[in-house]
């Protein structure tokens, strides 16, 4: 929080007729409170707004030129791991965009590394210009018995509860647990609610009295719906919406039909997953902005949802609007419709133009990162497996079948071509594919085999990557052992990150040190890489255009969505909700 | 706040499917998330909204007979001293017109008693089922030459800013001094942000520049609008607006143009000063429920101002909504424009029925009111003045002359007929009377003393009344000498309330032993007895119909509004901001 003595500063500048920093003349204002934008000017001194005076002596003056001036927008929730880039550098890839505030739930790097990868976040967004604010993650591990890397209670969240960048308890996902009082569930509700924070909801699918309970164990947001029922629902009962748009999930022209000039001040918008790439091509929370003008909303009430709303929500009272007393971080934009600024500044400083971020680092890298890079070679086994020999006595396997689009899996019985001695064999089974899913937190050398349905496409050669939810351990998926094996061990020489096969050889790669799932290398040259990495998977691998190549992969090994998943622990049936044998006895 | 525990209590008696306390059926639920009514049940628990499950097993289950189901209002500024009534009275006069929770400034305690006086507003509501929030006042006294009873610094505040009820700074009315950054004024400010605490505005005719600043200082409430564009420029600002219907304040209506489906989540309703009379008489914050919406208000938007929107504004997150997990204070109406509540419920228990406060007293008097019962007699001179002989050498005096339902005076110079020694002589000044104010806190017998134009009535008597803003000392106005001194005296005996006297004899009378403020009787008796007061002064002493018999006596001692203001130390001319003399010289 800033000090009362920076409100001082400037009111004495401005008491002594002192010039102010800043003034933007001739801007269209987005008046988040009135609900309408004005003609007129803004001063800003010493990154703070200060007012609307049109005379006010200023060091520059800006001609806006009648473009419309905006605050930054927010993203309510949103896993920045998935934009495979450590926080600073998403910041830099966010910022040209206009965003200027997220709401992060580093629920991923939680997984790997625990408190630590929480306090690397919080400091290493430090270095950025970007204001991310930390919900700390509620449910890591996912399931009791998951092959993570940490574990947090109540008691391990506490430490960082009262830290000035957390806002409070990052999304409940376990649902199940406070409904049924799950004592450790609700240690984490009641330390939340003893510190005055906000905790934040996941309830997919909850309605009627579930939803009531769960609301009124204190959860009041929730990025989970897909259905306009789901959305009045949980507004109805005082709960957030986030309209979610993201890497794969797209819920929020689905949404919109349950905003209205009533509701709206309880919906706001989040990605809650977008990779870098996506970031890159589509824009990040101005994409949201755009959707939603072009599908009926007035200008003003999209940029409510990016802005204010989501400032009240979580509590934030200098933020999201542009009004005297609040942070002087907002953006120019010439065509409200598309809503790509030309100017973002933040805190009073021109920091992007024209989609490019001119900001100057300044700040020096607080935040230790030795523990967070060794997260695959010093944690994992020392050997990786070397025979990834499957049997299948039975000749009649479980096989993973992907669906269209989907992060939902079916379960396959099959009949397999096996070798002498009652092994899968490749050669008897044109295009399927062999799964590995290593571990690599506890050096427990625990290997997952698996199978996984032909339509994926993949032919010639592996792919492996550490980014695997929610545990992170290593996935890897090929028509051949030797490729497979090659990919994994590549990964593990990157310290995390994705690499490609072929015949015995590297196609492509992407290094992902930070925690095995974040580089810190900048936007520009992570995205190339992964561009190249999927460039690959559709030219070279063929894999099916209705799975996101890399996605697919990352959710295979997350036991919680149904119906077949494969873990370090071998494969586990969602439904039955237990271990089950890859062979089918008759 | 509530503890978690009392959430887990209750959730642990849902899944154990014990009964629940009482289930609401058939009722119209207002839902000031979605705004809209909608047909249901309510189900509660402990005192807490559980959910909107029509089948789930209670103790108590009542047919709403489609009655409208409001949360209960709140005021989201009061000064409950100007009801006359203890905060614990004041509770059981207003809970039965709905209201459930107020935001209160102490201001007129906390000049006659400082930080004890605020101590008792808190303790003393504490026995009562109102929740009454407290902001801190921020100017005591009014001027720093004023003879208040106390002085409270931001050092004094810091005793009470981390207190459990205390919201925040109560209205800063000292604009200037923002406007001019006044040290002691920016330490109460730095104060309340220190504690991340609200600041509560007071800026009439405050504009432009001057507002941006007043906002930036950090000032985010108003309750002071007249005007629409007053309202429209402070909400642009992000300032709540309070339309404010009091006894003497009637903005509400005029105010209505400014709201609209944007603007409504920055809009509370509030009743700043309201006797208990009018009350009685017209309701509270249900009042300006109905006004609204006879002013074309939707009902359900007139409902969200009353609640859900102070809530908000505010940070009481557990409270002005009809949800999962608030709590359960609501209200039965069956003409929703009317909206005069049949039944109230505070937090799950029937309080009210009919208009008639109907929960038992079962709550201790915790309140120390020794320290503030002997206001008057103790803090007095030992003598009342004996002598009001007022000398007008020149025969020309400066007189106080009221304007018509209005607290601005005019100086009227007048030719005054004096006695042989010069003195003001009622016999030569027909209808003219005669004005005391008698310092009351210090011992100082400070008495200032002046003249009061005839166009006030009041023939054949005096009044005299410890209520007088906002120092509070005791004002007198009569037609003859003995009269008003007998006031005098008989307010002191009383150790505070308003006295008339007529031909030596007590005419009428109400003791405010409160720090002559308020009284601890039922509000019953008091409205009786205030009422006599009223019908008095109406029909025996003829007072103009233009003037609030009382309200005018209670302002004429404060000297913040223009032109003309009598003070224990003498007559002040608001104008040039000096003393004067009640004698014109030629």
């Known amino acids: 929080m800033l000090k009362y003595t920076k409100f001082q500063e400037v009111m004495q500048d401005i008491k002594n007729a002192k010039p102010i920093d800043l003034r933007i003349d001739n801007a269209q204002i987005a008046d988040v409170f009135s609900g309408n934008f004005f003609s007129g000017s803004l001063c800003v001194h010493k990154g703070l707004i200060v007012g609307f005076s049109k005379t006010m002596q200023a060091e520059h003056v800006i001609d806006a030129k009648k473009a419309w001036l905006l605050p930054t927008f927010f993203d309510a929730h949103v896993h920045i791991e998935s934009s495979m880039l450590s926080?600073?550098?998403?910041?830099?890839?966010?910022?040209?965009?206009?965003?200027?505030?997220?709401?992060?739930?580093?629920?991923?790097?939680?997984?790997?590394?625990?408190?630590?990868?929480?306090?690397?976040?919080?400091?290493?967004?430090?270095?950025?210009?970007?204001?991310?604010?930390?919900?700390?993650?509620?449910?890591?591990?996912?399931?009791?018995?998951?092959?993570?890397?940490?574990?947090?209670?109540?008691?391990?969240?506490?430490?960082?509860?009262?830290?000035?960048?957390?806002?409070?308890?990052?999304?409940?996902?376990?649902?199940?647990?406070?409904?049924?009082?799950?004592?450790?569930?609700?240690?984490?509700?009641?330390?939340?609610?003893?510190?005055?924070?906000?905790?934040?909801?996941?309830?997919?699918?909850?309605?009627?009295?579930?939803?009531?309970?769960?609301?009124?164990?204190?959860?009041?947001?929730?990025?989970?719906?897909?259905?306009?029922?789901?959305?009045?629902?949980r507004i109805r009962r005082g709960m957030y919406v986030l309209l979610r748009e993201g890497s794969a999930a797209h819920d929020l022209v689905n949404l919109l039909p349950a905003v209205n000039s009533h509701t709206l001040q309880n919906c706001l918008f989040c990605t809650d997953d977008k990779q870098c790439t996506d970031i890159m091509q589509r824009g990040h929370i101005n994409n949201s902005v755009r959707l939603a003008i072009e599908h009926g909303i007035e200008p003003i009430d999209a940029v409510r949802m990016a802005t204010i709303n989501t400032a009240r929500a979580y509590g934030l009272t200098h933020k999201g609007a542009i009004a005297p007393g609040m942070e002087a971080s907002f953006m120019l934009v010439d065509d409200i419709k598309q809503c790509n600024p030309h100017a973002v500044y933040i805190q009073g400083t021109l920091v992007a133009e024209n989609g490019t971020y001119i900001a100057a680092v300044n700040?020096?890298?607080?935040?230790?990162?030795?523990?967070?890079?060794?997260?695959?070679?010093?944690?994992?086994?020392?050997?990786?497996?070397?025979?990834?020999?499957?049997?299948?006595?039975?000749?009649?396997?479980?096989?993973?079948?992907?669906?269209?689009?989907?992060?939902?899996?079916?379960?396959?019985?099959?009949?397999?071509?096996?070798?002498?001695?009652?092994?899968?064999?490749?050669?008897?089974?044109?295009?399927?594919?062999?799964?590995?899913?290593?571990?690599?937190?506890?050096?427990?050398?625990?290997?997952?085999?698996?199978?996984?349905?032909?339509?994926?496409?993949?032919?010639?050669?592996?792919?492996?990557?550490?980014?695997?939810?929610?545990?992170?351990?290593?996935?890897?998926?090929?028509?051949?052992?030797?490729?497979?094996?090659?990919?994994?061990?590549?990964?593990?020489?990157?310290n995390g990150g994705i690499a490609m096969f072929s015949y015995g050889e590297l196609l492509a790669e992407l290094a992902l040190p930070v925690a095995g799932l974040m580089s810190m290398q900048e936007p520009k040259t992570v995205i190339t890489d992964l561009q190249k990495l999927y460039d690959t998977a559709k030219e070279h691998y063929h894999i099916w255009d209705k799975a996101d190549a890399f996605m697919s992969l990352s959710f295979l090994a997350l036991p919680v969505i149904p119906d077949l998943k494969l873990t370090p622990q071998g494969l586990f049936d969602v439904t039955t909700f237990q271990f089950t044998d890859i062979a089918v006895q008759e």
């Not at 009262?162 to 409070?168: A, K, R």
């Not at 003893?194 to 934040?200: A, F, M, P, T």
């Open 87 to 233: 926080p600073e550098k998403f910041a830099k890839l966010v910022i040209p965009f206009g965003t200027g505030t997220v709401i992060a739930d580093p629920h991923e790097i939680a997984n790997v590394k625990g408190l630590d990868g929480i306090r690397f976040m919080l400091e290493n967004a430090k270095d950025s210009l970007l204001d991310v604010k930390i919900m700390l993650p509620s449910c890591v591990p996912a399931l009791p018995f998951e092959c993570a890397g940490a574990a947090l209670s109540a008691l391990d969240l506490a430490e960082l509860i009262q830290e000035e960048n957390v806002l409070g308890l990052g999304e409940m996902m376990n649902v199940p647990g406070v409904l049924m009082q799950d004592e450790k569930v609700l240690e984490k509700l009641a330390l939340a609610y003893k510190y005055n924070k906000i905790i934040d909801g996941h309830a997919p699918m909850v309605h009627g009295d579930d939803l009531d309970m769960y609301r009124f164990a204190g959860v009041t947001t929730d990025h989970e719906c897909t259905t306009v029922e789901e959305a009045k629902e």
């Open 363 to 494: 700040k020096s890298y607080n935040a230790k990162l030795e523990q967070l890079t060794d997260s695959v070679q010093n944690s994992m086994h020392p050997e990786l497996p070397k025979d990834l020999t499957l049997p299948v006595p039975t000749k009649k396997a479980r096989v993973i079948r992907l669906l269209p689009h989907s992060l939902l899996t079916k379960c396959e019985i099959m009949d397999i071509g096996v070798d002498e001695e009652g092994n899968f064999d490749f050669a008897k089974n044109k295009g399927l594919l062999k799964l590995a899913v290593v571990e690599r937190h506890k050096k427990t050398g625990k290997m997952g085999l698996g199978l996984l349905h032909s339509e994926y496409g993949l032919r010639n050669g592996a792919i492996a990557t550490s980014i695997s939810h929610d545990s992170h351990n290593i996935v890897a998926a090929g028509d051949n052992d030797n490729d497979i094996l090659l990919a994994l061990a590549h990964v593990e020489k990157m």
